[in-house]
């Protein structure tokens, strides 16, 4: 009697196992299907917001891929693009790009230049773009609310809008905080004056995550900031004095600070996951796999990692008076700043600020599966709330 009803109890108890457990594992191992992604975001994830506002980035930007200058920073695909295709998605139309867009799977605030907090400087004061994260998060808010009622009476729209239950289904994700860092260094601010800031430029990114979310944004996919002191732009700018160069050759200090950026970023995406109990949100550590492909470049098949493709003169083949596709006189006749290296596919830096598409897309081959996100869980997961580490 006794061991028969333990083997009821033991069944029963199975049974119950395997009914707790079964639903979970199977939402937790099914691909989200995300039907669209919105970006917010810099120069890194920009594919025509800045170009729409203030004109077309120049040849030879876009040239490996596109074949045309196609609103990228960069010889062709960024990482945002080599996300959009591993979902299944086209890649993103910019909000700002009246021409030819189509959003019906999404659509892309970034623009080049953009900062979390508002800048108060123009752009020709500054080289900040004026579409910091607040504004691109007005531009999402707009986007959100008119499109449905645009979208509502049928025709046109219906084939260039997303669906109203797509925004809560849609992949967010976010690639911003660069150029906050580099902001107060070129107001010549030590980097004590610009760890100082950082908790006021976080506290204005979660408040976006927070409104996103308060919209029914639920799929949070952060990238960290990159490794800017290995950039020919901020090297070449700000005044580096011996002991502050690593054995990359990169500027250490600024280094630091991108490290103490994400260091606080990851703790601020701690307290967002108590915030925002219904949210998946994955910190994604793109920082470690640009140093290590900036630091070990031949190993990975890349060389000259400090040196930008297209550009003109100095150490770093960087110019900051004569860009990528710029113009300069020589013996009296205009010639295009253009691509001074052979093989881009074998080059990161593109422009002294940017990637080549090469390097983005081995960044994107590393982050796709997980393995440099916390949670480690695949892009194609990202929907799934995780316990994270
Ligand atoms: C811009 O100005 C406002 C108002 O004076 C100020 O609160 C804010 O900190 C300024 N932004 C930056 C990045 O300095
Ligand atoms: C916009 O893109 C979607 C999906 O790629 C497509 O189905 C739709 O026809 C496009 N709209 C127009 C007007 O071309
Ligand atoms: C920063 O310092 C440099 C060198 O002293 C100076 O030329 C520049 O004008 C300063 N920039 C600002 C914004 O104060």
């Not at 219906?158 to 150029?179: V, W």
């Not at 260091?263 to 994604?284: G, S, W």
């Not at 393995?371 to 480690?376: A, G, H, I, T």
Request: with cysteine.
């Amino acid at each position: 009697m006794e061991s028969h009803c333990s083997r009821i109890v033991a069944t029963f108890s199975v049974f119950f196992s395997v009914i707790l457990v079964i639903p979970y594992s199977i939402t937790a191992s099914t691909p989200c299907e995300f039907p669209a992604i919105f970006n917010f975001g810099d120069s890194n994830s920009d594919t025509g917001g800045l170009s729409a506002a203030f004109g077309q980035a120049p040849p030879p930007n876009g040239e490996s891929y596109f074949h045309t200058p196609a609103g990228r920073y960069s010889d062709g695909r960024l990482v945002i693009d080599f996300i959009a295709e591993s979902l299944g998605l086209p890649y993103l139309s910019a909000y700002l790009d009246s021409v030819g867009s189509n959003f019906t799977h999404g659509a892309n605030f970034a623009t080049a230049g953009s900062t979390i907090r508002p800048q108060n400087t123009t752009l020709s004061q500054s080289g900040f773009s004026p579409f910091s994260l607040n504004v691109q998060f007005y531009q999402y808010n707009d986007f959100h609310q008119r499109s449905q009622k645009v979208r509502g009476p049928g025709g046109v729209f219906q084939g260039l809008l997303p669906k109203a239950e797509d925004f809560s289904r849609a992949l967010y994700t976010f690639d911003i905080g660069q150029n906050d860092l580099t902001a107060g260094y070129f107001l010549n601010m030590s980097t004590d004056q610009v760890k100082e800031y950082i908790p006021d430029v976080l506290s204005q990114f979660t408040n976006v995550i927070k409104n996103i979310y308060s919209q029914g944004g639920r799929s949070f996919w952060i990238h960290n900031t990159g490794p800017v002191g290995c950039l020919p732009y901020v090297m070449d700018r700000v005044l580096i004095t011996t002991g502050q160069v690593d054995s990359a050759g990169c500027a250490s200090p600024f280094n630091e600070v991108a490290q103490y950026f994400n260091q606080k970023l990851k703790e601020a995406v701690v307290q967002l996951r108590m915030d925002l109990p219904l949210a998946a949100i994955t910190y994604v550590d793109a920082y470690s796999l640009k140093y290590s492909l900036i630091s070990q470049a031949k190993k990975h098949g890349f060389e000259h990692p400090l040196r930008a493709c297209c550009g003109h003169g100095g150490k770093y083949n960087y110019n900051i008076h004569l860009g990528c596709g710029g113009k300069i006189n020589v013996n009296g006749k205009q010639v295009l700043v253009g691509k001074s290296c052979q093989d881009p596919s074998v080059r990161i830096n593109w422009d002294g600020v940017h990637y080549t598409q090469a390097a983005n897309k081995w960044v994107f081959d590393r982050i796709v599966d997980g393995s440099f996100s916390d949670p480690p869980i695949p892009l194609k997961m990202a929907c799934h709330k995780q316990a994270a580490h």
